[in-house]
C-alpha cells in the first residue's frame, strides 16, 4: 500500500498474464524476458526505484491522505502554485532518465487520474455513484502505485459515429452490448495503446462522439485491469533489434510497444464505471477536469528532456565532426536551441499564470501549454532531420559492437576515428544518431510526436478555438480603424 | 527638469534646425509640418503626453534622485524583479499607442542609455573622466527627457576595417581625425539613422571591430544633438503618401525616416566622449552593460504588440471573410498565435529568472530573450505573408477615401459591402491590410524587422555562441552513451 | 485592317474615352498623359512597334486569310508543332520587352481568343448564330489588333452563386436583366480589369457556375468595347510614383492598373453575344477550347521572362555586393535557378508533347504547363523575398534622382558606392530592389502571381484532377503488392 | 561474350568469394544464400534476364562493335539524339523493375564507364598507353557485361588533403606505395561501396583533390576484380529482417548493402590503371568525359520510376483511407506530382537540347539535369514525410503476415478492414507505406538521396557555377538599367 519499486512493478507485470499475440504466436512465459518488452520494463523499473531514493523523497512523494504512506508525487492534485512546481520538478527527473523517450512513463498517467479524479464531482449531478467510483479507483491507483495506460482512438472503420445507421451490420464501433447487475458487456477494439501490455491497468474512454443522448452505447469511461477475461493485445511489429545498447543505445531501452486492443464480450463490473451511456458527460469530463492542460503539464516536461537529448546528440556530432565553423550547421543547431528555450519558457509560462478551477485545484495557464502541443508535432521530425544532415554518412555506415572486437576491430579502428575521437566511441555516436534520425525505432518516434494530439484539424483548432486572446487583438483593430479620425486633425 | 510634454517634443525638434536633405532639397520650415515627418511626431507627441495622464503617472514615471522630478519610467535602472516588472508595463503601454510599428519609440534608447550607464564604471578602470561623462549624460538625458537616436552601422565600402591599408585612400571609415582641447574631431558617415531628424540627440559607437588597439581612431562612444556643426542627414524615400488615416492608416501615423547621416568635421565636446581610441573598452561597454539583454527587454514589448496587431487584422480579415470554416484559414492564424504566445512566454520566462549582475543591476535571463530576437526576424514577414495569403483580391482592390464622398460611392457600397459589414469598413480594413503587407511601408517593415539585430549570421552566431545550456545538453548525451554497459546487464 | 503602330495603339484609346475614375475624380483628357497609365501604355506601345521591325516579321505575323494583311503572330491558330513554337518565339520577344511584367501584354488576351475561336463549333449544337458570332469577333480582333482585356471574378457578396434564393435583394451576382430585338442588357460588376482602361475592348465572361441550367441569366459570355453607354471603370490606387525611371525603374514602365467594371444596364448587341444562359456550355468552352492550356503556353513565356530578370537582378546584387563567396547566398540564387530551368524544361516538355485536339489545333501537353502554373505562384513570393535577403541595407536607404544632382551628391558619392562601382549606379541597382522586392509595386506584384490562377484550392484541384498520369502510378503499386507471392519463392 | 543472364551474374558473384565481414563474422558460403544479400541479387537477376527477352531485345542490346554479339544497351556510346532516346527507354525498363529503388543498379556504372571511355583520349596527351587501358577496359566490361561498383569518398579523417603534412603518421588517405613492374601497390579504405558485395568489378577514383601535382600518390583512377588480394569489404548492419515480401516489401527486394572496403598493399595491375600520380588528369577525365551529365542521365529515370512509385503509394493511401475530398490531402499529393511533372520535363529538356561534345559523343544539355540533380535531395525526404502524414497511424499499427494465418486473423480481418478494402490488403499497404517512410529501409533511403551527389555546398557549388545562363540574365538586367533614359522622354 504504497510506491512500488521497481522489482515489485515487474513482478506485476509477470504475474498478471494478459493475453498477447505477436508475430502470430502469443507471449508466453515472463513478459520480462521477452525480448520486445525487457528494455523497456528496465527502464521503467528505473523510474519506480528512483521513488525510493532517499535524498529524492521529499520531491518524488507525499503522504497519502487515506494510508499515511508515502505515495508518488505526480498523483498530487495541486492547490497551490508550489504544488505544481514540486510535481514538475517530479517529471522533471524522470525525464531525465528516459530522456522523454517514455510516452507511457507513469507520470502521465497519474496525471491523467488525478486530473479527472480533481473533477469528479462534475458526476455527482447525474449519477453520484460513477463519481465515487472514480474517487475509489484514483485512491486505489495512488495508494497502490497502479502503473496504467489508456486508449480511446477506435479503428477507421468504426470512425463514422454519426453513419452508424447507414453502416449497419458493418459498424465495429466499441460498444456497451448489454448492463448485467454485475456491470456492463462491452465489445470493439480500440487502436495503439501504448505499454498496454506492460502496464497493470487500462484506463477506456472513446474520443467524445458529438451528440447530447444521455443513453448512448458509445459513450463511457471505465477502468479494467489488463488481463481481464476477454481481453487481447495484438502487438505491432517489435522494434527491438538487439539487447546491445551500443548497437540500438534507443530502442533496447526504450521501445514502448503499441497494440490494437480488442474487447470480445468484457464484463466490465460496476465499481469501475465512471460514465455510462450519457455522451455530454463525456465532453464535461474532459473539459471541466482540464485533462489537456494538467497532462499537458507533464508531456512539456518529457518534451524538454527530449529537445535536450536531441540538443546534445546535434552538439556531440558537430563536436566529433568539427563543424562548428559552418554557417549552415549553426542554424540548424540554433534551431533546436529555439525549440527548447521555447518549451522551457512555455513550461514557466504556464506555471506563472497558473489559477484555481472550480474545484480548487491549481491549474497551469492552457495558452502556453497548447501553445506548445501545437509546435512540438512540427518541429520534433525537423530535429531528427537535422541530425540526419548533420551526421551524413556516418549514419549509413554504422558498423556493430560485434565488428569491434572481430578482426576487423584494426581497420575500423583506423579508418573511423576523428580527429579528436576513437573510433569505437564515433561509431556508439552515429548508431545512436542513426536509431534516433533514420531507424525504425527513429521512424515511430517521428510518427508518435507528429500525431500524439490528434491530427493536423484536431491540433489546429484545439489551439485556435480555445485561444481566447484572438478576441482581444481584434478588438485593438477594430479600435485603432476607429480613431481614424482624431489622427487626420492638424498638428 | 521633468518629462516632456508632446507639445515640447515638437517644439524642441523645430526649433533645432538640423540639416536635412530630402529628394535633393534642404528641408526647411518646421519638421513637424513636413509631410514626410508629420505623422510620426504626432504619435510620438502622444507617448509623450500620456506620462502626464495622472492615473499612469504612478507606472509611467519615477522620481529624479538628482531633481526630485518625475522622470520616464524607462530611464530606471531596475535593481529587483518588481522593477522590471514595473519597467516592462509602462513600455507595454506605449507599444500598445503605436502598435509596435515604432523601432524608436523613446524607450529604446532611454533603455539603452540606462544600460550604459549601469555599467558605466567599467570605464574607470582606463579612464575615469569618461565615466563621469556618461554619468552626467544619463542624467541628464533622464531629467531632461531627451529624445534620442543612435547609429552604428558604416556603410558597406567602409566595412573592411581590417583592410584599411590596403584600401588607403579609399577607406571612409568613420574616425577620430584629431584630438583637440575642446573635443575631438570626427568624419565619416552611418547608416540608416532611423528618427535621426525627428530626435534630439543621437548616440554614436561604431559595432566593435576586432583588435585591441588602446589608440584606434574607429573605435569611440559619444552623444551630439543632432543640429551639431557638420551632421547633415540625407533621407531616403519618404513613404509617406498622403495624410488620410483611411488611406494610409500606417505610413500617415509610423513612417520612422531613415537617414545616411554624414559627419564632416564634427567637433564633439570633450564632456560627450564616452570612449576615444580603445577597442576592447567599446567592447566591454557592450558586454558588461547587457546592452543587448536590455533592449530586448523593450524590443519584446514591442514586437509582442506588433503581434497582437497582425493577429487582430487576420481575425478581422476572417471576420469579414467569413473563412473560418476552412483548416487552412486556421493553420495560418494559428501560426500567429504561436508566435504571440513564444513571445509572451519568452518574456515572462526572462523576467522569472532574471538575476543581479555585478554592477547590481537587475537583468533579465538573456536565453529567452536571445531566442526571441532570434525568432522574430523569421516569422515577422511569414505573418505579412499571411496577411496577404487571407486577404487575397481585397488588398489589390483598393479605392480610396475620396471615392466614398464621389459619384461613385454609391456603387463601392454596393458592390465591395461583406454580408455583415458595410464597402468602406470592408475598403479601411482591406487598406490596412495592404499598408501592411504589401505596400512600400510594409516592404519595410518586413525589411527592418529581417535585418533589425543585424544579418543571418550576425544572429545566428550570438544565439549559438551565447546559449550555454548546449553545453549540459551535450553532456547528457555523453553520460548517456558511457552508461550503456550497466543497462547491458541481465533482467 | 493590320497589325497597329504603337502609336495608333495610344490613339485608339486616347479617342475611345471610356468613363473612368481615379481617387474620386473622372480621368479626363488623354489617358496617355494621365500618371497612372502612361508608362505602360508606353510599353505596350513599343510591343505593337516591335511587330513592324522588318527583320522581326516573319516571326512577329502572318498574312490574315481574310484580308491578306500581316497580322500578328499571337493571334495564330496552330496546326503543327512548328506554329507552337513560332508563336512562342514571339511572345518570347515581347517578355523580354516588359520582363514579364505586363500580365495583360496583347499576347495574352490575342491567344485567349484564339482558343476560344479554335472551339467556335461546340456552340454550334445549341446556336450557330453564337459560334458564327464568336468567328466573326475573333476576325475582328485579329484583323483590327484589337487589344483586349477580360474580366470573370465577381465581387465576393456575389460568389454565392448557389444561395442567390437566401440572398434575395442582396445579391448583387452579376446578371442578363432582359433580352430585347438589339441584344441583352446587363447590369452587375467584376472586379480586377486589368489594364481594362488602356485595352480598347472588354471580353466578359463569368467563373462557370455549377448546373446546368439553360437559362440562366448568370450564364454568358460576351465582348464590349470599354467606352460602351453603361460601362464604369473605378481604379485602385494607383502605384506610380513619378515618371523618374531611375527611382521607379518598373512602375514608371509596367504598372497595370485594376480596375472594378461597373455594368449598369449596358446593351450588348447581339452579334457581341457569344454564349446566353446556357451553364453547361460555359463549362464546356472552357474546357474544348483547351483555354488553360493555351494561356499557360503564353504565360510560361511571361513567367520565363520575369523570372530571368530577377535571377539577373540577384546576380548584380551578388556582384555588386561581392558575396558569392557565402554558401547561404549560392543557395538562394540556385533556387532561383532552378525555379528557371524547371519553366524552360516545363516549356519545351510541353511543345514536344504537343497533339492534336478534336478540332485540328495542335495542343500543348497540359501536364507540364499545368505544373508551372501550380509552381509559379509558390516561387514568385519567394524570388522577391530572395532579394531582401540579399540586398538588406541597401534597400531601405535608398536616395533619389534629384539627390544626385544636390549638393549632397559629393557625399553619396563617396559613402554609397562599392568596390567596383559607382554611387549612382548602386542607387539605381537598389532602387530597382526596391521596387520589385519592397514597394507597392512589388507587393502588388506578388499578390498577382500569387492569385493569378485562383486561390490555392482551385489551382491545386485543377492539377490534381487533371493530372491522369496519377492513375498509372497507383496501378504500379497495386501491381507491385499484387506480385509478392513470385518473389517469395526460393533463390 | 555477350549479355548475362540472371543465373550467369548469380554465379559468378557466387564463385568470387571475396572477403566480407558482417557483424563481426566473416561472409561464408553463397552470398546469394545469406540473408542480407538475396534480396536485391535475385532483383538485379531479374533485370539481367530481361536483357533476353526477345520481343524487349532490340531495345535492351545492340551488337559489339568487337564481337558481334549482343551487349547491353547502356553501354552504348551515344551519337546522335536517338541513339539518347534509345538509352533512356532501355533504363526506364529496369527502373520500372526495380522503381527507382537500386542506386546500383548496372545502367549506373555502365553509364560511367561509357563515358569515362568516350573520353579516354584526353589521357593520351599524356599517357598514351592509360588511355589504351581505359579502352580495353571498357570493352571488356561490355563484352562480358561485367557488374561493377565504384568508390570515391574517403573515411573523414582522411578528408583533409591539403594538410596531410601536418597529420603526419595520421594521415589515412588512400595512396599509391610504390610502383612496380607489375603494378601499383595501393593502402586505404573508402566509405559506402554500394553493392561493392554483390557486383564483380570495383572502379576506384578519389574525388579529385585541388593542385596541380603531376606525381601525388593521392590521384589515381583503376579498377580490379573485387576478390583481389589485400581487398576487403566490411558491411555495415544489414536492415534486411526477412525474406517476407508482405512484411518487408521493399528491403526483401531492394536493400543494396553498403560497405567499407579496406586496401590493404593491393597490387593492382597496370593494364587495369588508368591514372597515376596525375592530379589535374583527374579533374579533366570527370570534366572533359562529362561523366556528371551522362550519370545524371541514367539517375533522373531512376528518379522518375522511384517518384511515380511514391505517388502511386500515396494515391493508394488516398483510396483506401477515403480523404481525397480534403485540400491539404491534395496538396500533399500535388507536390509529389509538381516534381514528377518536373524530372520528366527535365528529361526530355535535356534531349531535346543535346549537342556533340569534342569526342563526338551526343551529350544531353547538362542545365535540366544538374537542376534535377538539385532538386531531388531536397524534395525526395519530403516526399516520405507525405507518406508519413497521410497514413498516419496505420503506419504504427502494423501486424505481420503471420498474423494473418493466426487466431487473432479473424479479429484483425475485423477491425483493420477499409470500407472499401480487406484488412490484410490494407496492412500489405500500410507496411509498405512504413518501409518507404519510417523504417531503417526508409531512413537510408531519405539519407542515400540526400547525400547522393555530395553535402550541400557540393551541389549548390556545382549547379550555381556551372548555370553559365545567370549571366545572360545578369547582362538583360544591366541593359534594363543603362536603358532608363530613353524611357524618360516625353510620349
Known sequence: MSMKTGQQYIDGINQAKPCVWLDGKPVKGKISKHTAFRGVMKTQAALYDLQHQEKLKPVMSYESPDTGQPVGMSFLRPKTREDLITRRTMMEIWANVHHGFLGRAPDYMNTAMMSFYSAADVLNEHHPQFAENLKQYYAYCRD??????????????????????????????????EKTSEGIIVSGAFLLATQGVTADELLVYPSPAPGTNENSPYAFMFAVPNNLKGISFICRQSLVLGDSSFNFPLSSRYEEMDTLVVFDHVLVPWDRVFICGDQIMVFRMFK?????????????????????????????????????????????????????????????????????????TMVPDPAPLTAASNLFPKVFPRMLEIVQLLGVSGIIMIPSENDYSSPVSADLSKYLRGLGSAAKENTALFRLAWELSASSFGGREALYERFFFGNTFTVTNRFYQSYGYKEICLQKVKNFLNQRKKNTDET
Chains 1, 2, 3, 4 share one sequence.
Open 144 to 177: 497502490h502505485d497502479i502503473t496504467l495506460s489508456h486508449v480511446f482512438i477506435q479503428p477507421q472503420i468504426s470512425r463514422y459515429g454519426d453513419t452508424l445507421t447507414f453502416l449497419g451490420e458493418e459498424a465495429v464501433t466499441t460498444r456497451i452490448l
Open 288 to 360: 471541466d477536469s482540464h485533462f489537456h492542460t494538467h497532462v499537458n503539464h507533464q508531456i512539456i516536461c518529457k518534451n524538454i528532456a527530449k529537445t535536450e537529448f536531441v540538443l546534445g546528440t546535434i552538439q556531440y556530432l558537430i563536436e566529433v565532426l568539427e563543424i562548428e565553423g559552418h554557417l549552415h550547421v549553426l542554424e540548424k543547431a540554433a534551431e533546436v536551441m529555439l525549440t527548447l528555450e521555447s518549451l522551457k519558457s512555455f513550461l514557466i509560462a504556464s506555471e506563472v499564470n497558473a489559477s484555481l478551477d472550480q474545484w480548487g
